[in-house]
């Protein structure tokens, strides 16, 4: 069997048997790759999608690229069972503190999987980098070499998917549109998610659970 190697994760709640098609009024305020959740971001990604847009020609769908556990981490999947948001320190108290989902708070995040896809493939790495570098500024502004080092314009399929073998969560990829239907797996976390998908018209759907990163 092939290996599946794009990757791409939305909550149940916003899930129709159809094709998603992502625009600026769907995007989250605070950006979220590769487990980046940092306030300093916030707002970062509407710009950054934006000169994406003007970039590829058309408004990006991202989606994680290898088929390893790291790469699947960069889409959210593993939020399904991560206890723990975050932890600091409290100096008054003298002890660690930690902020906890509590029953019912819990996502309920789907992965779809697929073989192939057709799509401009990104450094993760830099792209996280140049969005950093950008986001304390109202307008979004890069380099030839930051787009040089982003898209990597002279590298063929089959050298970007060597780089995602090699290097896990290093590429990423975007999409103008993801026809959900023709997922070659899906996982969800749990068996009544199972039937709910499989109700919608969903096949491939498998209960999986993975480590929280």
């Not at 050298?159 to 797996?185: F, G, H, T, Y």
Request: charged letters at 30%.
């Amino acid at each position: 069997m092939d290996k599946l190697l794009f990757h791409h994760c939305t909550n149940l709640s916003t899930l129709r048997y159809d094709t998603i098609v992502p625009s600026e009024q769907h995007t989250s305020k605070k950006e979220e790759i590769n487990g980046w959740d940092d306030e300093d971001l916030a707002g970062w990604d509407v710009r950054a999608n934006n000169w994406l847009k003007n970039e590829v020609g058309f408004y990006p769908l991202f989606m994680a690229v290898g088929s390893t556990l790291d790469d699947l981490y960069a889409t959210g999947y593993s939020d399904n069972w991560r206890v723990t948001l975050s932890s600091w320190f409290d100096k008054k108290k003298n002890k660690q503190c930690y902020t906890s989902r509590k029953k019912g708070e819990f996502p309920n995040q789907v992965l779809f999987s697929f073989k192939n896809i057709d799509c401009v493939f990104m450094d993760c790495d830099w792209w996280i980098v140049t969005g950093y570098n950008n986001s304390f500024d109202d307008r979004f502004e890069t380099t030839e070499q930051d787009k040089r080092r982003i898209f990597k314009y002279s590298w063929s399929r089959s050298k970007w998917l060597r780089r995602a073998a090699n290097a896990p969560e290093s590429v990423i990829c975007v999409v103008p549109k993801l026809d959900l239907r023709q997922a070659d797996r899906i996982w969800v976390r749990n068996q009544k998610t199972k039937k709910i998908m499989e109700k919608k018209g969903f096949e491939n759907v498998f209960s999986k659970r993975i480590p929280v990163d």
